[in-house]
Nanobody, 124 residues
Framework: QVQLVESGGRLVQAGGSLRLSCAAS????????LPWFRQAPGKEREFVGA???????FYADSVKGRFTITRDNGKKAMYLQMSSLKPEDTAVYYC??????????????????WGQGTQVTVSS
């Protein structure tokens, strides 16, 4: 099992940058694929990006070129570096984890472990 805790969310102006962290506890962190999702009020949870156990990266088109995901297996942490933020990036951001990567990696149901979320608000 793995427990996940997100941090780093705050209010930021449009065009600004922000780095979110996802800290994990538990063993075999390096065996997990880790996505970021986000959920805005009244909307479904949306895939942002993911990093596999192998280090392969996947991004939603809406954030490609602006967001970067990295992981540090030694620190049991994953990061989401966000730049050129837009008001439409406002959401609660969640990290998740799975040991079983699939072609449906962009669906929330593929992940059994979730953090509690961290709020990102981008003002215009």
């Amino acid at each position: 099992q793995v427990q996940l805790v997100e941090s780093g969310g705050r209010l930021v102006q449009a065009g600004g940058s922000l780095r979110l962290s996802c800290a994990a506890s538990g063993e075999t962190f390096s065996d997990y694929s880790l996505p970021w999702f986000r959920q805005a009020p009244g909307k479904e949870r949306e895939f942002v990006g993911a990093i596999r156990q192998t280090g392969s990266l996947f991004y939603a088109d809406s954030v490609k070129g602006r967001f970067t995901i990295t992981r540090d297996n030694g620190k049991k942490a994953m990061y989401l570096q966000m730049s050129s933020l837009k008001p439409e990036d406002t959401a609660v951001y969640y990290c998740a984890a799975t040991m079983f990567w699939s072609g449906s990696y962009y669906l929330p149901g593929e992940y059994g472990y979730w953090g509690q979320g961290t709020q990102v608000t981008v003002s215009s």
